[in-house]
């Protein structure tokens, strides 16, 4: 449990700017490495933890020192209430928080705050009160992987364009990737807070998670295996498709195994977590707390979107009606091109709508996983 | 030129006008959401896990998707099967408890 200061008996919280336990009564500061709890057993594979149940979600909060929650990091509800007192396996590793709780507010402020379109209500939610620092568990897996794929693509044959299949079977060996451990976190949001730099970890010290939270690791091998075959296959189709001699290439079908190799390695990994809730529904930020990423999607003003949108469809279609009356009147011989500039303009309005309305619909899915709520009942699907 | 067919004119005309205005005013949109609300996409590639890459069994070009069966077939069996592994007792532990919750 948690270490007091030799001096004063004072809690001890790490702080990741210097990287040292310091004292929050007399200012003593300490390498986590040089303090010794008296109450530990060192050999011991457990370590001890606060459990808190969050009413309203149903996560798991793990606090390791006497701090109590407040409020659940993951929902942002308070109807939290402390339930056990746990032994948890000691994990392997741990890279120890480096972006400071003011960093991470800054990094969020830099990324959103000055964007027009993000409600007020929320910019004055960002308060340290509504971050919190949580360890969340990896494993760090060595795989061989295997993948047999059908792919079609798109390849110019004189001024047609024909589609055309091509079948792949390959195999990879892959070294140190990273699998998220816990079902509360969303495996393509965990997937985005990568990289992690794994030159950073230390011997796991229950020390380095004073004054933060942690989860401990939930999932069983065989979801573990599930979780590294599917993390697998995203580098792997990544990959495979730049092998295809064609455009616009797609995997159309693939089959693919995993084998995790001897000993993964059980390591925290560093997150801030913002939660606030905006009209009515909760929200998520996640921030790396090793190298600052910020990974999520702030809500916006609808009245906002609709006047941007408004506002440049009349703006553009000022713009083509000078145009129009360019054509119209052959300014400058422009009438001549007149059949040409039509079928361009179509052309190149069904690209830009393809591709505004793939994206718009990618950023309410992104949207959607930053709505923990949403993570919650995917997680649980994913439990079934 | 009728009449008839002056308006049909000037109606895909305007139509092509009011599409193409609706299309990049989406787009800009769009990279406005992208570019302010939304962050954090992935990055990872496989060579940042890989030195070799991959190494292919079978590279064939112009296939016909009848063939996927085959292709399938030939190459759809687990070649890890038989490999055994040992096991952190954490994830045995958790194997245990969701064994006991089922």
């Known amino acids: 449990m948690a270490v007091l200061c030799?001096?004063?008996?004072?809690?001890?919280?790490?702080?990741?700017?210097?990287?040292?336990?310091e004292c929050a009564n007399c200012g003593s500061f300490f390498s986590p490495e040089d303090v010794r709890d008296l109450n530990a057993d060192l050999h011991s594979k457990y370590y001890d933890t606060r459990v808190y149940i969050c009413g309203h979600c149903g996560a798991e909060v793990v606090t390791s020192d006497s701090e109590a929650s407040t409020f659940c990091v993951y929902c942002g509800n308070p109807a939290i209430v402390f339930s056990r007192i746990s032994k948890e396996y000691k994990p392997d590793g741990i890279i120890p928080f480096q972006v400071t709780k003011e960093d991470a507010i800054r990094y969020v402020k830099l990324r959103f705050l000055k964007n027009p379109m993000v409600p007020k209500e929320v910019k004055e939610k960002l308060t340290p009160g509504n971050i919190r620092g949580i360890y969340v568990p990896y494993w760090i897996i060595n795989a061989a992987f295997s993948e047999t794929d059908m792919l079609s693509g798109e390849v110019k044959n004189g001024k047609r364009t024909e589609k055309r299949w091509y079948a792949r079977a390959g195999e990879v060996k892959l070294k140190n990737v990273p699998v998220d451990g816990s079902k509360i976190l969303n495996d393509d949001i965990s997937m985005k807070l990568e990289p992690f730099y794994l030159e950073d970890t230390k011997v796991f010290d229950e020390d380095y998670l004073n004054g933060f939270y942690s989860n401990t690791s939930d999932t069983s091998y065989n979801?573990?295996?599930?979780?590294?075959?599917?993390?697998?296959?995203?580098?792997?189709?990544?990959?495979?498709?730049?092998?295809?001699?064609?455009?616009?290439?797609?995997?159309?079908?693939?089959?693919?195994?995993?084998?995790?190799?001897?000993?993964?390695?059980?390591?925290?990994?560093?997150?801030?977590?913002?939660?606030?809730?905006?009209?009515?529904?909760?929200?998520?930020?996640?921030?790396?707390?090793?190298?600052?990423?910020?990974?999520?999607?702030?809500?916006?003003?609808?009245k906002s979107l609709y006047m941007i949108t408004g506002g440049l469809t009349v703006l553009t279609l000022a713009v083509m009606s000078l145009l129009f009356v360019a054509l119209k009147y052959n300014f400058f011989g422009l009438s001549t091109f007149y059949n040409h500039a039509i079928i361009g303009l179509m052309s190149f309005a069904s690209f830009v709508l393809t591709r505004g309305i793939t994206g718009i619909v990618r950023i309410f899915k992104n949207l959607k996983l930053t709505q923990s709520e949403d993570i919650f009942k995917y997680v649980k699907k994913r439990q079934e | 030129m009728t009449q008839n067919q002056i308006f049909i004119l000037y109606a895909i005309t305007a139509f092509v006008w009011v599409f193409t205005s609706v299309s990049i005013a989406i787009f800009i949109t769009y990279r406005i959401l992208e570019k302010y609300n939304n962050y954090g996409d992935s990055s990872c590639k496989l060579d940042d896990y890989s030195m070799s890459g991959i190494k292919y069994k079978r590279s064939n070009d112009n296939v016909v998707p009848e063939e996927k069966s085959y292709h399938f077939n030939v190459f759809g069996e687990n070649p890890y099967e038989d490999r055994v592994h040992s096991i952190p007792e954490q994830l045995l532990k958790n194997s245990e408890k969701k064994d006991q919750e089922d």
């Open chain 1, 6 to 21: 030799s001096n004063c008996s004072g809690k001890l919280i790490f702080n990741p700017a210097t990287q040292k336990l």
């Open chain 1, 223 to 302: 979801e573990l295996r599930t979780s590294a075959a599917e993390r697998c296959h995203k580098l792997y189709a990544g990959d495979v498709v730049k092998d295809i001699p064609a455009k616009n290439v797609k995997i159309e079908d693939s089959i693919y195994w995993v084998d995790i190799q001897d000993d993964p390695i059980y390591i925290m990994m560093p997150v801030w977590f913002f939660t606030f809730k905006y009209d009515g529904k909760p929200y998520t930020i996640l921030i790396n707390g090793q190298t600052g990423k910020v990974v999520g999607t702030m809500p916006w003003k609808q």
